[in-house]
């Protein structure tokens, strides 16, 4: 028996041990994410410290709400939410809730939201940039962190796959010095793709070192930033989801697509039989923005566990949405409201609003880490009316643990330090 132990260890550890240097990048990971609990400009620094002049800035950040403004907010939900959605017109919602999101991209196209350009700030995660550059994120325009990320991936030496083979057809749509890889996904919905798994050197994005996901892009106001600020960068890749097939084809036919560097395709994260382009454990960084609310809350916490089951080990998984007793939720009308906190639009879309126990409940059971679980208070300001509007929202960064990685690492020194 010990004859056999000498004999296998050390084959173990060099399989381990090849497992562990292959890419350095990995083990860099946890060094990116470390940004602590809060941003690194956390949610605004414009302060109300003279109540006479609230109404010389259109929104004011870090508001504390007083016991009388909450017990109001209170009763308004209480009072709007005394009477609910018939039952079938609820399961009317459920089942259709792609046509009324459909109907809503055909009628506002792209001019409803705004560009997110807030989203680095908030979450300097989404860059692939080293611990370095990171710390001084809050000194750096869009254009500074294009240039540090370019620069960071030069010095990178992390294998990459191999290259991708067209095994898709390129959508008829596309622009000269688009990828083969990024070409037109409508058949991922077919029963072949469900029943075949995906081929680790096929999919779209397998050469990139870096790779992102945002859920429920709509009409790209967070994709755009991102690819553009992103453009010289080769070794990323992003993709981009909505069930709306409308909001995709908007995305698809903007001027700064690149399907290069871009993969958009129709996907409907409650539908779990649905494949992803690409396989489990591949990426960095998902996107989550306002998003969740819009889902039935029965089905939130199965959405969140297939999320997290496509993350890397280390992979942060970024989260934005409603709060409790934002402005939107007061502005409900009797009849609108679903279930607790849960409520339709006049145009058949949902919106549910969430608080902080909430959400950390839900992405801890995923079995994600939390690095961040805030509430973000503001206050909105009509200037012209003098109206004031409070604006909650919750904001949480996830990370999926590196337990196997970091059991790896064990195994290798231990076997090491009994050589």
């Known amino acids: 028996m010990p004859i056999f132990h000498l004999k296998v260890v050390p084959i173990r550890m060099n399989v381990i041990w090849r497992n562990y240097i292959s890419c350095p990048r990995m083990r860099k990971v946890p060094h990116r994410y470390q940004s602590g609990c809060h941003p690194v400009a956390p949610l605004g620094s414009r302060i109300l410290t003279d109540p006479t002049k609230v109404f010389e800035h259109n929104m004011w950040d870090h508001m504390q709400w007083s016991k009388e403004e909450e017990a109001a907010a209170r009763k308004k939900v209480e009072e709007n939410s005394a009477v609910r959605v018939l039952l079938e017109e609820q399961v009317k919602y459920e089942s259709e809730a792609s046509k009324y999101w459909d109907t809503f991209y055909k009628i ?25 550059t990171e710390e001084k994120v809050k000194e750096l325009s869009w254009n500074h962190v294009k240039i540090n990320a370019e620069s960071f991936f ?90 709306a097939s409308g909001a995709v084809e908007l ?4 001027a700064s697509y690149r399907a290069a560097q871009c993969c958009a395709f129709v996907h409907d994260v409650c539908d779990h039989g649905l494949p992803y382009p690409f396989p489990d454990g591949t990426l960095d960084v998902i996107l989550l923005v306002f998003v969740l609310s819009s889902i039935h809350p029965d089905r939130m916490q199965g959405v969140i566990n297939r999320l997290s089951k496509l993350l ?71 200037r012209k009316k003098k109206v004031k ?31």
């Not at 995305?251 to 903007?254: D, G, I, N, P, R």
């Not at 919750?394 to 790896?408: A, D, E, R």
């Open 154 to 243: 030069s010095k990178m030496h992390c294998p990459t796959m191999p290259e991708e083979k067209n095994h898709y057809k390129e959508s008829s749509g596309s622009s000269d010095g688009q990828s083969k890889a990024g070409s037109d996904f409508s058949k991922l919905d077919s029963e072949e793709y469900r029943e075949r798994p995906l081929k680790t050197e096929l999919f779209p994005g397998s050469n990139a070192a870096f790779r992102i996901l945002e859920v429920g892009c709509g009409a790209g106001n967070s994709v755009f930033p991102i690819l553009n600020t992103l453009q010289n960068v080769p070794e990323f890749f992003l993709y981009c989801c909505d069930f």
């Open 312 to 382: 890397k080990p280390g992979g942060m998984l970024l989260f934005r949405d409603y709060g409790r007793y934002d402005k939107t939720q007061l502005r409900f009308k009797r009849g609108h409201c679903l279930s607790e906190n849960f409520y339709v639009r006049g145009d058949g879309t949902r919106a549910y609003f969430f608080t902080k126990g909430e959400v950390h409940s839900m992405f801890c059971k995923a079995g994600l880490d939390e690095k961040q679980n805030l509430v973000d208070r503001r206050l909105q300001v009509n």
């Open 389 to 419: 509007m409070h604006r909650v929202w919750v904001q949480g960064k996830f990370q999926k643990p590196l337990h196997l990685t970091q059991k790896s690492s064990n195994l290798v020194f231990s076997v090491l330090s009994h050589e």
């Open 251 to 254: 995305v698809k036919s903007h």
């Open 108 to 132: 506002h196209k792209n001019k409803f939201f705004k560009d997110r350009n807030w989203l680095l700030r908030e979450f300097p995660e989404i860059l692939p940039v080293g611990q370095k």
